[in-house]
């Protein structure tokens, strides 16, 4: 009887105080999903740019390194800019004033893209996501080559570009894309003389890019 009496109501005290803590512990948080990246930076090798046809000295060979940066505004519209060096690789078929220059051209590229159908892509199953799919682009682009030690030629345009971009694996991707544009007259800087020409050309860009990029 007295182990009755002191016993139970002890442990209906005990259990009223655990279930008391158990109600006022703060629950657990759920996990927050990781916000992506909003800056894909790149660097490797734009095939598009090997192999330049100079006229009369016939192809010339070069390695294009290439690197490149991209800013996501929102999932579909990104903003990029991409620098290309061609180094030279073969000395006897350089077109003649380059074979001095261990860069004899390169170029520089600004611009903005648009990843068009994001939502039928992933509906499919097809890539899609941050920086990946299908895009149109309006760039601004110039080309540069050096020749003869005082001279550089400069053919500046802004292009409209059709284009997509994959991944490859976590590290790895590739972006492939071509445009036409419009631009002025090729500018032959000379001994620091520009001369003044208002004819418009009609440019084109061929691009295949494979990179690093994180």
């Known amino acids: 009887m007295l182990l009755t009496r002191f016993l139970l109501p002890g442990l209906l005290v005990l259990a009223g105080t655990t279930y008391s803590l158990g109600q006022s512990a703060p629950a657990a948080t759920a996990p927050t999903e990781t916000t992506p990246d909003r800056l ?30 991209e800013y996501a505004l929102s999932p579909k519209f990104t903003l990029y800019g991409q620098l290309d060096a061609d180094f030279r690789i073969l000395k006897n078929n350089a077109y003649l004033g380059e074979r001095d220059f261990l860069i004899p051209a390169g170029g520089v590229g600004i611009g903005a893209r648009y990843y068009y159908n994001q939502a ?14 299908n895009y149109l682009a309006v ?40 445009g036409l544009g419009l631009g002025p007259h090729r500018s032959d800087s000379y001994l620091g003389y520009t001369p003044n020409n208002s004819n418009l050309n009609i440019t084109t860009q061929l691009n295949l890019g494979v990179y690093f990029g994180r």
């Open 139 to 178: 760039e601004a682009h110039t080309e540069l080559r050096q020749r003869y030690g005082l001279r550089n030629d400069l053919a500046p345009s802004l292009n409209a570009v059709w284009g997509m971009q994959r991944r490859l694996g976590r590290s790895f991707l590739f972006d492939f894309n071509a």
């Open 120 to 133: 039928g892509r992933e509906r499919h199953n097809r890539p899609h996501g941050a920086f990946v799919g």
């Open 40 to 69: 894909l930076l790149k660097v490797g090798l734009n095939a598009g740019r090997a192999l330049r046809y100079t006229g009369y000295y016939g192809l010339s060979a070069r390695l294009p390194l290439s690197v490149g940066a």
